[in-house]
T-cell receptor, first 111, second 114 residues
Framework: DAGITQSPRYKITETGRQVTLMCHQT?????MFWYRQDLGHGLRLIYY???????DKGEVPDGYVVSRSKTENFPLTLESATRSQTSVYFC??????????FGPGTRLTVT | QKEVEQNSGPLSVPEGAIASLNCTYS??????FFWYRQYSGKSPELIMS??SNGDKEDGRFTAQLNKASQYVSLLIRDSQPSDSATYLC??????????????WGLGTSLAVNP
């Protein structure tokens, strides 16, 4: 089915572990974005990508790494998870009219 | 710092009434404006986009844009309990290197009471 998917939907991990959140879109959109959403802070941009092999930092990039070897995939890696990274993570892809379409989200808990 | 501001609410309206949600933005050169609806525990869903001054209607939803006053609003006519959600305003500011990023408001919580 066309759209944008994220996996896993829920993840519990321990402090210090590496975690990778996956994002896949079927529209062939050039732009993709990673956000975290926290109560009181709203949506904050972590990283974004304008095309395969082109990525750039957003507002809160520390502790995160991204890659984009294929247009349809945009994984987000937490190199060494911390409790402050407990959050809901959303991946989006950008349409031609500057709108963004959200994936279903990943709820990450770091213990 | 480019900002988008919304009243956090909660905005409470009776069923069948008009709900009015407002959003102001700081970047005068902004070109694209979006309203998203987010149900509790779900991801935001695009419900309206507007690019030029005036009104844009889609079913029970009307988006209004006034670039001179730097505000965009969303009207929901004949509000239903199913409209109870948080509504996010997002703005695409103009600028070199913007790279299609959106600036997000914190959202307004709407409760429609039966």
């Amino acid at each position: 089915d066309a759209g944008i998917t994220q996996s896993p939907r829920y993840k519990i991990t321990e402090t210090g572990r590496q975690v990778t959140l996956m994002c896949h879109q079927t529209w062939s959109h050039s732009y993709m974005f990673w956000y975290r959403q926290d109560l009181g802070h709203g949506l904050r941009l972590i990283y974004y990508s304008a095309a395969a092999d082109i990525t750039d930092k957003g507002e809160v990039p520390d502790g995160y790494v991204v890659s984009r070897s294929k247009t349809e995939n945009f994984p987000l890696t937490l190199e060494s998870a911390t409790r402050s990274q407990t959050s809901v993570y959303f991946c989006t892809s950008g349409g031609e009219a500057y709108e963004q379409y959200f994936g279903p989200g990943t709820r990450l808990t770091v213990t | 710092q480019k900002e988008v501001e919304q009243n956090s609410g909660p905005l409470s309206v009776p069923e069948g009434a008009i709900a009015s949600l407002n959003c102001t933005y700081s970047d005068r050169g902004s070109q694209s404006f979006f309203w998203y609806r987010q149900y509790s525990g779900k991801s935001p869903e695009l419900i309206m986009s507007i690019y030029s001054n005036g009104d844009k209607e889609d079913g029970r939803f009307t988006a209004q844009l006034n670039k001179a006053s730097q505000y965009v609003s969303l009207l929901i006519r004949d509000s239903q309990p199913s409209d109870s959600a948080t509504y996010l305003c997002a703005v695409n500011p103009l600028g070199v290197g913007n790279n299609r990023k959106l600036i997000w408001g914190l959202g307004t919580s709407l409760a429609v009471n039966p």
